[in-house]
Structure formats: C-alpha cells, structure tokens
C-alpha cells in the first residue's frame, strides 16, 4: 500500500518560489502515475498536477506555466517547483496515486502546508 511523506512547504512572500519532495513507499514506484494535489482552507482537495509513468504531464489551469511537477524514478520521490506563487495558492499540498477518482483514495499523507502571505 502506498505510503508517502511530504516536505518543503513553508511561508512565503507572494511572488516567491518553494519546492516540494515526496518520498513514496510501499508500491512499485516506477509502475504508478502520481500527482500533487491541495485543500485549501474550507474547500475540497484538488488536483495540482499529475504525472504518468512515461513523463505526460497536466496540470490544473490556475498552476499552468507557475508550477513544474517531476519525479526521480531512482529515488522514489516526486517533486513541485512553484514559481510566482499567490494568496491564492495557500493549503495543505498532498502527493498520491493519480486516479481520476482521487477522491476516494483510502490513505493519505501528513501533506506539507503552503502559506503565500506579506
């Protein structure tokens, strides 16, 4: 069973950058899309970005152009660039499975909070 842990969220000025990790355990990790996803306050978990096994990317439209997702095969770990953050872009940032149905994924992470403020 998938198991992962986020790191690298932080405060940040808006217009700043910040890079989140995400080490994956527990499933073959070269065998699975995976995705950055995020809750802001008072609203539903939403898909960030995904990325498949043979590097297709998408991403949400607000995050087009700002965000860059990867993943290190070797390392097991998949990681967001965010460039020119906003106020807006404040929550708890999740990695998973990538699954259309994402909402209904048993298990999920500590997630990393991201807080865009002056």
């Known amino acids: 069973q998938v198991r992962v842990v986020e790191s690298g969220g932080g405060l940040v000025q808006p217009g700043g950058s910040l890079t989140l990790s995400c080490i994956v355990s527990?499933?073959?990790?070269?065998?699975?899309?995976m995705a950055w996803y995020r809750q802001a306050p008072g609203k539903r978990r939403e898909l960030v970005a995904g990325?498949?096994?043979?590097?297709?990317?998408e991403y949400e439209d607000s995050v087009e152009g700002r965000f860059t997702i990867s993943r290190d095969n070797a390392k097991n770990t998949v990681y967001l660039q965010m460039n020119s953050l906003q106020p807006e872009d404040t929550a708890v940032y999740y990695c998973?499975?990538?699954?259309?149905?994402?909402?209904?994924?048993?298990?999920w992470g500590k997630g990393t909070l991201v807080t865009v403020s002056s």
């Open positions: 998973n499975l990538w699954q259309n149905n994402y909402q209904s994924l048993g298990y």
């Open positions: 527990g499933i073959t990790f070269n065998n699975e899309y």
């Open positions: 990325i498949t096994t043979g590097g297709r990317i």
